[in-house]
């Protein structure tokens, strides 16, 4: 698939090869996703300092930048140990002093000599009714005054990179550019948006002459995250195109096993239940290999669409697997699963990770034999040593957590191997359709009757005390109830609540009985100990992190408490809710926040206090927020975008999608002048993704 020409071999160097860029630092980039110097042309700016030549620092109010021609005036040495070095210096108006800390003389005299001319520039303070410049950020002679922009880039930085540094690696970096690219879009779209072509778009990008510039439609921002959108919907038309040219495998259910669940049921499947069956149903049936997304609110039922639809592949004759991404998930679905299958003649195993050698070796027997019908299990099924008689289907739950590459992985311990994937987070239609072009979407939007509401309040944590009170009474009355902590240990560099300590101060105020603690760096068994005594109803209140945000059911448990919750992104606050109301009892979410709320932070808790609607609340974040984080940090199932973020709520998305579609329709192979210059885009802006999703089948 690669169309690098041979004039962009230099952007993808090491980083290394750039001008003052070490091992160390190129290690320190690493964090920001940058490795070659391609990365840096992404990595735009995130905002702009003023730094116009004005004529004295009195234009400027203390805290902002100044950047003034003086004359050098004494030089101040320390006279004791930890006082600053202090240089006089003249503007046209008024006197002021540079500071220096932990500076060398010989240096600064070098740099400023007494009665030289030079151009500062940094930010002003006022100590003791004088004006002073503590460490200017440039310090040149004033034929060197091109050095300074008049409007300076801040990009995004990381520890180990300097301000400076960064600077100077993204210049080297357009240094390679070459001096023309092909135009990979329509001529009459460029015009149409008053586009500036690739390389003077990524020019302007890293040189705004002003905040306009740095805005999501400014032209050549506008262009870049076109760029980078188009991409992706290419690579999934490509995908999608490669997948369906695909031979599969025909899975025709009986019934039989699927008809005994269903009558089994204390209720009737809902509408979008039945209607997601049949779609995926349908795909197994043909010879084309499915790959299908699942997507359901939390509560809608997607458990038991993936179990009738596990029962299609043991009708046919085959094996179905279900991977999840952690033990305690695998465990609850091997349970699900096994109430739901009852008395039907099948056998149902889970493959973890955790497992005794012996065991181990029994149950990969039995797998590989087809003794074993359905496994459950996490990254251990697609180990090496485990093996399938005739794998069917692979169902890969909270799919966003698992790397393209493992799941590719477990869907090869079957040939044609058909693939379903869940999640439980709400995303909206026109988004999903977008990120996740390259499956087939099935949406449940409807909950199992009976479900009842979940009453939602917001609390000030200031009534922690009150809220302790309320929750022993509830316990009293055989309640159980979650409380959820954003940190495992307290930090001194985040103002956040730990989990250890709140079990701590829970357990001394309902008793050490009383309280169970799970978080995701306690070992497995101690984990799974923790979540058996609290389903168990030997512990009233389960303390965790985020770690029991899904497939985690009791039924008993009624009361949720999310402590900081204005810390968490609103998926996973709704996921949470979700934990609770699975019972007959009536159930209520504390939402406990610290004030002051920030306007944004009182509109999103608003919000999830007054709808359970997942999809609703996807919409609303989406507004509020826009799409490059509508599904919190802990939860984004959506590819993550360099360029694109802040512009998909402006249409860019639907956009290029509408656009990749006829492209791929005249040219399907991208084998036209213009689809060469197109793949070259491909390669330039994620060589990687596009390999990975190419080879994807």
Known sequence: MSARAPAFFPLFADLETLKGVGPKTAEAMGALGITTPRDLLFHLPSGGQDRRLRASVQEVSPGMIATVEVEI???????????????????????????YFHARGAYLRDLAPPGSRRLVSGKMEIFDGIYQMPHPDHVLPVENSAQ??????????????????????????LARLPEDVAEWHDPALVAREHWPDWIAALRAAHAPSGESDLAQDAPARRRLAYDEVLAHQLMLGL?????????????????????????????????????????????????????RLLQGDVGAGKTLVAFLALLIAVEAGGQGALMA???????????????????????????????????????????????????VGTHALFQKDVGFADLRLAVIDEQHRFGVRERLRLAEKGPQADILVMTATPIPRSLALSAFGDMDLSVLDEKPPGRKPVRTALVSDARLEEMTSHLKGAIARGQQAYWVCPLVQES?????????????????????????????????????????????????????????????????????VIERAESFGLAQLHQLRGRVGRGGA??????????????????????????????????????IRGA??????????LPRFRMADAERQSGLMAMARRDAAAILARDPQLESPRGHALRLLLDLMDQARALTYLNAG
């Open 628 to 637: 490059g984080d509508v599904l919190g940090t802990a939860q984004s199932g």
């Open 325 to 375: 991404p952690t033990e305690l998930l695998a465990r609850q679905h091997l349970a699900s699963l096994r109430q739901m299958a009852g008395d039907l003649p099948i056998r149902i195993e889970a493959i973890l990770g955790a497992d005794g050698a012996v065991e181990r070796r029994e149950k990969r027997a039995a797998l590989a034999a087809g003794e074993i019908h359905i496994a």
């Open 239 to 291: 995908a999608r195109a490669d997948r369906a040219a695909q031979p599969g495998r025909a899975s025709q259910g009986s019934g039989v096993l699927q008809d005994q669940v269903l009558a089994a049921l204390p209720f009737a499947p809902t509408g979008a239940q039945r209607r997601a069956l049949a779609e995926i149903a349908a795909d197994l049936a043909t010879g084309s290999r499915m790959y």
């Open 148 to 173: 300074i922009p008049a409007f300076e880039p801040i990009y995004p930085l990381t520890a180990g990179v300097s301000a400076r540094v960064m600077s100077t690696a993204i210049a080297g970096a």
């Open 492 to 560: 001194d560099l985040v103002d956040l609540v730990a989990v250890e300590d709140r079990a701590r101060s829970l357990r001394a105020a309902l008793g050490t009985d009383q309280v169970a603690l799970v978080h995701g760096q306690m070992p497995s068994e101690e984990k799974e100990a923790e979540m058996a005594a609290f389903r168990e109803g030997r512990r009233a209140v389960l303390v965790a992190t985020t770690v029991i945000e899904v497939g985690v059911d009791v039924p008993n448990a009624s009361i949720m």
């Open 73 to 99: 005036g004494a030089h101040h040495p320390p006279a004791k140990s930890g006082r600053p070095y202090r240089i006089e210096v003249q503007d046209s108006g008024v006197s002021f002093t540079l500071i």
């Open 586 to 623: 009536e159930a209520t979410c504390v939402l406990l926040y610290r004030a002051p709320l920030s306007d944004t932070g009182e509109r999103r808790l608003k919000l999830l206090r007054d709808t359970e609607d997942g999809f609703r609340i996807a919409e609303e974040d989406l507004a």
